[in-house]
């Protein structure tokens, strides 16, 4: 969850890990992120190019070594609860009072 606020309004996000679209069961088939075709030699032929110029472009390697995604899906928001609380301060306050730490070095 995540919160924001402004003024007397406050909002909080709702997130639930599991609201996910597409996957697995996905009405446009979906492929776990394999290759659909035998693609011989396209690793190697990356490496090849690695090893002769030192360095390639991250754009190069994945036109070359990816493929479009298929019913991968997006994440879904749950929603947003805004609260209008009138008599609440312009600024809200917060504090955190200073306390020694409860967290002990290891020794091995």
Known sequence: MRASTAARHRTAHLHEKTL????????????FGNWTTPRPGALAGVQQRLDAEGSLDPDSVADELGQARRGYGGYQVFG????????????????????????????W
């Open 80 to 107: 947003d609860l805004l609260l209008d609380l009138p008599n609440a301060p312009a600024a809200p306050r917060r504090h955190l009072p200073p306390r020694p730490s409860a967290g002990r070095p290891a020794v």
């Open 20 to 31: 996910w679209t597409g996957g697995p069961g996905s009405a446009q088939g979906y492929d």
